[in-house]
């Protein structure tokens, strides 16, 4: 009760685009507000967030039946035909593993860089990394055919005596995002611990005390358990740079390592790993909006972090323009004829021309209002475009992996690939699991790191503003 | 009577603990306690302090010599294992590629460091930290759940030589603490 009583008391005010918090915060305020949204009872919880998981979990159950159906008919129930062997599968998982990037790149590489306002969304866009992920690794598990046997990726000894073809960038891919799920994992655990002890020590339940104490292993703020705590977070901050650098790039070399036309270009890396930022700050931005407001989180979650959002958006769809104009310049300044009628083919000439206007529409010219700071600063505008931007990522990789597959080489084995129902029940139902999981998280733990809230309320506080 | 005193009051305490509302003051107080020649003793503080590790005469921090061997032994076990696929145990010619076509093995030899570098940061920290600890005697004291939300502590040991309950006590004191405070072992 006492939480609630203070969650009525702290006003939210957002402090504008300037600050990174709102006025009046102390210690224990931020630590009330945060631990309060966990600690609210049920019934509280707002109705908003019941509504979004409801969907969210129905989404869940579609997921459910897609896969028991795939399982019991095979792959044949998508659209994927050859030459478009790929299809769906391969959109959506190389979709989900941009997404995942933000949090990563907020938590990782903000970190490094001293940005003020990182501090207020990274728990939560960890975990965003962290469900974008699981649901990026089902659809190529998925997509095997036999998924039981997904497990003869990795390389063990075995009765066969086969191994994994240690040069092909599918097994890259298989080393690359275990390794990314695993890092993942670890920062956003490694920066919850402290909180889980805050939440330990807040509890009024006995069990929901014991259930955080577990979890918190003991933590008791130790200076020399900080001094360690923090060089190890340094050191996992230093270390996921280069991961998450490299985890699109081999994403990226599935394509680029292979001569399909269209795939095979070196601005294929640099140009995912931008447009995987790109779509994961979009993804902060559309989770962040909305539950900022229905827990009354304007005060910390403020105007400064969406316009810093923003404008990363802006400038990492600049460099995704680059990339899409460098993929026109290239595919005529090679004068391969195979490259030419590819690009011809994809923006004007096949059947699904209107996909690539549609990718130039929501990924290049809606996001270029975000240079107006009108813009920036209206928080419903800035929602409707990063969804924009949601869906025009989804479509580049639809683009991408479609329209270079159907048409390659040889005439006779061109075909023309169409979803199936099966295909977006699969790709709804991973966004339901990502959504539930989302909501689940939200509720039940810390989404914004209490302990680094307390230390920006403290280099807020007037008397320590200057000097230390 | 007073060496009695002294000598069950050592054995019954952890040490005694003083409270701080801000971080600035405990950061001086360990700075004092630490000239006056306390050497166990503990800061405790809802977030991280700058300093506040040295202030205590906190010094070896491994943790960085661990992730960094850590990351040599995973490039090196990624590479070992791609040769060893490649050219011991399943050799076998792809494209006119030599069977050791190393610039291929490049991106998982650096997934395998990464790997156990970032699993030897987290293991490492935790294990050197003690943790998971299911009790530890600074949880006794009654406001010590606030050091995870807006207290900050300084706790000298009893098993300090320079520790003595009457004495250690009124330096705290002094140091304009909140309050000082028993630990029971």
């Known amino acids: 009760m006492a939480e609630e009583a203070n969650h009525g008391t702290t006003a939210t005010i957002d402090p504008g685009p300037d600050q990174v918090i709102g006025p009046h915060h102390d210690f224990e305020t931020v630590t009330e507000k945060i631990s309060g949204v966990v600690f609210m009872p049920l019934r509280k919880t707002p109705l908003q967030l019941f509504a979004a998981f409801a969907f969210a979990f129905a989404l869940v159950n579609v997921f459910l039946v897609a896969v028991t159906w795939l399982l019991i008919r095979g792959v044949g129930i998508w659209g994927i035909r050859i030459p478009i062997a790929w299809g769906f599968a391969i959109v959506n998982f190389v979709w989900w593993i941009g997404i995942g990037h933000a949090g990563t790149l907020i938590s990782a590489i903000l970190l490094l860089l001293k940005q003020d306002w990182r501090t207020s969304i990274n728990r939560f866009a960890e975990a965003m990394t962290l469900f974008a992920v699981a649901c990026a690794g089902m659809f190529p598990i998925l997509h095997l055919g036999r998924p039981w046997l997904a497990y003869w990726l990795i390389p063990y000894p075995n009765t066969m005596y086969l191994w994994p073809q240690p040069r092909s960038p599918l097994i890259w891919d298989v080393f690359a995002v275990s390794t990314y799920a695993s890092v993942s994992f670890l920062f956003w655990f490694t920066g919850l611990i402290p909180d889980l002890a805050t939440m330990r020590d807040e509890a009024k339940s006995g069990r929901i005390r014991r259930l955080f104490g577990v979890l918190a292993m003991g933590w008791r703020g130790s200076a020399k358990h900080w001094a360690r705590y923090q060089k190890a977070y340094l050191l996992l901050a230093g270390l996921s740079t280069p991961l998450v650098v490299s985890v699109h790039s081999v994403v990226s070399f599935d394509f680029s390592i292979s001569i399909v036309p269209g795939w095979h270009t070196t601005i294929f890396p640099p140009y995912f790993v931008a447009g995987a930022i790109y779509s994961g700050f979009a993804m902060v931005l559309t989770l962040a909006i909305p539950v900022r407001r229905w827990y009354h989180l304007e005060d910390l979650i403020t105007m400064r972090h969406i316009e810093c959002m923003s404008k990363v958006m802006l400038g990492t769809g600049l460099i995704v323009a680059y990339g899409y104009a460098m993929e026109a310049f290239m595919a005529w300044y090679s004068g391969n004829p195979y490259e030419r009628f590819m690009y011809w083919n994809r923006a004007w000439g096949g059947h699904y021309w209107w996909t690539f206007l549609l990718l130039i529409l929501c990924n290049i010219l809606i996001p270029q209002a975000l240079w107006s700071r009108r813009v920036r600063l209206n928080i419903n505008a800035v929602f409707v475009i990063a969804l924009i931007v949601n869906a025009g990522m989804w479509l580049e990789r639809f683009v991408i992996v479609i329209t270079s597959l159907e048409r390659d080489f040889m005439p006779s084995a061109w075909n023309n690939y169409y979803p199936t129902g099966w295909d977006w029940a699969t790709y709804f139902g991973t966004i339901g699991v990502f959504l539930s999981l989302m909501f689940l998280f939200v509720r039940g733990l810390p989404a914004i790191s209490m302990f680094e809230m307390r230390e920006v309320v403290h280099s807020m506080e007037p008397t320590h503003a200057h000097g230390d | ?185």
């Open chain 2, 1 to 185: 009577m007073l060496t009695e005193t002294r000598v069950a009051s050592q054995i019954e305490l952890y040490g005694l603990m003083a409270s701080f509302r801000q971080p600035e003051p405990l950061l001086a107080a360990a700075r004092r306690a630490h000239s006056e020649g306390y050497r166990h003793l503990d800061a405790y503080t809802p977030m991280p302090v700058e300093g506040l590790a040295d202030a205590i005469g906190f010094r070896s921090n491994a943790v960085s010599r661990f992730v960094f061997c850590a990351g040599l032994t995973g490039a090196a076990g990624g590479f070992g294992l791609m040769y060893w696929i490649s050219v011991i145990a399943y050799p076998h010619i792809v494209a006119g590629r030599p069977l050791n076509s190393w610039p291929a093995y490049i991106p998982i030899t650096f997934e395998c460091m990464v790997l156990l570098a970032c699993f030897t940061a987290v293991i490492g920290m935790l294990a050197m930290n003690g943790l998971p600890q299911p009790y530890h005697p600074v949880f006794n004291v009654d406001s010590f759940e606030r050091a995870s939300r807006d207290r900050f502590f300084l706790c000298i040991e009893a098993s300090d030589p320079a520790f003595d309950p009457v004495r250690t006590r009124r330096f705290l004191e002094q140091l304009d603490p909140e309050e000082v405070m028993e630990v029971a072992p």
